[in-house]
């Protein structure tokens, strides 16, 4: 595991200061293992799920925006004989934050083609 649990006082100082990250692990519906990662100076929330499918091979991450919705998912799945992992990311584009126009150079947004939506497999 590469990220500790923060405790009760130091969730308290970043979010009183806004800065820092606070991590909680938890299990979801079924049981399976759940981390939750609050970046307080950005605002941002991700979800970790992991160990889900029939053959605990599948894991799923939620980002959520400051206000609290939806703006994209990954679903990854590691295959049963040759261990390969093979994901897809849906969601607002994390380049152009959603706008379709790519900030610095002022043009449509190569990787989510001016929609603001990004869609990858890998």
Do not use: A
Request: hydrophobic share 20%.
């Amino acid at each position: 595991m590469g990220r500790r649990e923060t405790g009760f006082i130091e969730d308290f100082f970043n979010c009183l200061f806004g800065t820092g990250t606070s991590v909680k692990r938890t299990t979801d519906f079924w049981g399976n293992p759940k981390t939750i990662v609050h970046n307080y100076k950005t605002g941002t929330i991700k979800e970790y799920t992991h160990n889900q499918g029939f053959f605990d091979n599948h894991d799923q991450t939620t980002h959520y925006d400051d206000n609290g919705c939806e703006v994209g998912e990954r679903n990854g799945k590691r295959g049963l004989i040759f261990n390969t992992y093979s994901s897809e990311y849906t969601g607002k584009c994390f380049r152009c934050d959603g706008t379709g126009i790519y900030q610095p150079t002022g043009k449509t947004c190569r990787k989510c083609g001016g929609t603001g939506i990004f869609c990858k497999q890998k």
